[in-house]
């Protein structure tokens, strides 16, 4: 027998979180956003699963070329654009298409060769203060753009520092339209805070991630009021228990003690596989589906479990560290994180179970 932990990929909800998407945005085109490995859910896995996308955007050129190796069509979109001028040739020839953020990256376009048809989003800065062109040098970039004759089609994009909280979108889409109006070209805003909770932003593409795997990008709300549906479920089980006597402690450091005789469980996964070590005491797990907490400091490779509301527990019991049934926002939520941090830290070393 293996070690009992795995992370199972649900292509369903994949697929289902897609259409979600879609519903919300039904003017739209969708790229769905397959950064960082899929958000930890495996980049050619996700990208199957969600083959039905208008397009796809990640980072990097080599996951781009993957992707149309193994036969995908539709636009490919590079979030960070190019890196250096030698790149160019392989976007042409395979039909990528860059975000273009800065004036090294618009001279670079200057080499292309007329007629090469690079498609290019002009990412505009409208406050978040990352990457993107400063509004004021927009007009010059578009102009640059629409005199170069390698460029193709452009698209305007712009990302939001703070859909998912108070503060909300409508001051970054005032810079945005000041620089848009008029241009007549397509726009690209929306990432999936946006996509839910403010339709104006869609225009032509909208940029989904987080919710594709589902989990909700609001810190108050989990996915499944949304109709999302938990892609990835991280799971273990006990594979040891302790009867503790009250003021006994558990693990490095001693950071839990027992207020009273109580039984925990000890759980195959640490923070080698991708669970946050700064959960603190009480960090939602369910074991044998009853929710419980973690207790004392997780460790490389185990973490443990109080069991006092689950008294049928044994050596063997399953135990979900998040995804179905332990939602990861919450999980998130208590270990001072997000979702999107959990799903990108799931380590190498985990095996993936694939649910059709
Ligand atoms: C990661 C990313 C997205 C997706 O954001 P989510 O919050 O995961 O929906 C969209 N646009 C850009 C430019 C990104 O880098």
Redesign the pocket.
């Known amino acids: 027998m293996p070690r009992p932990i795995s992370a199972t990929i649900d292509l369903g909800a994949l697929r289902h979180n897609l259409g979600v998407a879609q519903r919300h945005a039904p003017r739209s085109r969708v790229f769905a956003?397959i950064?960082a490995n899929a958000y930890g859910h495996g980049l050619m896995r996700a990208a199957r699963a969600m083959a039905g996308a208008s397009g796809f955007?990640l980072l990097e050129l080599e996951a781009a070329l993957q992707l149309r190796q193994a036969g995908f069509r539709q636009p490919i979109l590079l979030?960070e654009g190019f890196f250096d001028v030698r790149e160019l040739s392989a976007l042409v020839e395979h039909r990528m298409a860059a975000v273009v953020h800065n004036h090294d990256q618009l001279q670079m376009l200057r080499e292309l060769a007329p007629g090469a048809g690079l498609d290019v989003m002009l990412k505009i800065n409208t406050g978040m203060n990352r990457l993107g062109f400063a509004p004021a040098d927009c007009p010059a970039a578009i102009e640059a753009l629409r005199s170069n004759p390698g460029v193709g089609s452009i698209t305007l994009m712009t990302?939001f520092a703070n859909a998912d909280d108070a503060r909300g979108v409508a001051w970054q889409m005032e810079a945005f339209e000041r620089v848009a109006r008029g241009t007549g070209l397509a726009c690209s805003l929306a990432?999936?805070?946006a996509i839910l909770r403010y339709p104006a932003t869609h225009f032509d593409w909208v940029?989904?991630?987080?919710?594709l795997y589902g989990c909700s990008?609001f810190s108050e709300r989990i996915g499944a009021e949304f109709d999302l549906k938990p892609a990835m479920t991280l799971a273990s089980e006990l594979i040891g228990m302790q009867q503790l006597k009250r003021g006994d402690v558990v693990g490095y450091g001693g950071v839990f003690t027992a207020e009273k005789d109580m039984r925990i469980g000890v759980v195959a996964c640490g923070y080698a596989d991708g669970y946050p070590r700064h959960a603190p005491n009480g960090t939602p797990v369910a074991v044998d589906g009853r929710l419980t907490g973690t207790v004392g400091r997780v460790s490389m490779d185990m973490l443990c479990v109080d069991l006092s509301g689950v008294p049928d527990a044994h050596a063997g019991s399953q135990v979900v560290l998040w995804g179905a049934g332990n939602p990861i926002e919450k999980v998130a939520a208590a270990a001072g994180t997000v979702g999107?941090e959990l799903m990108c830290a799931l380590a190498p070393r985990v095996p993936v179970i694939e649910q059709p």
């Open positions: 956003v950064k955007a979030l990302h990432n999936s805070a940029r989904p991630g987080i919710m990008p999107y």
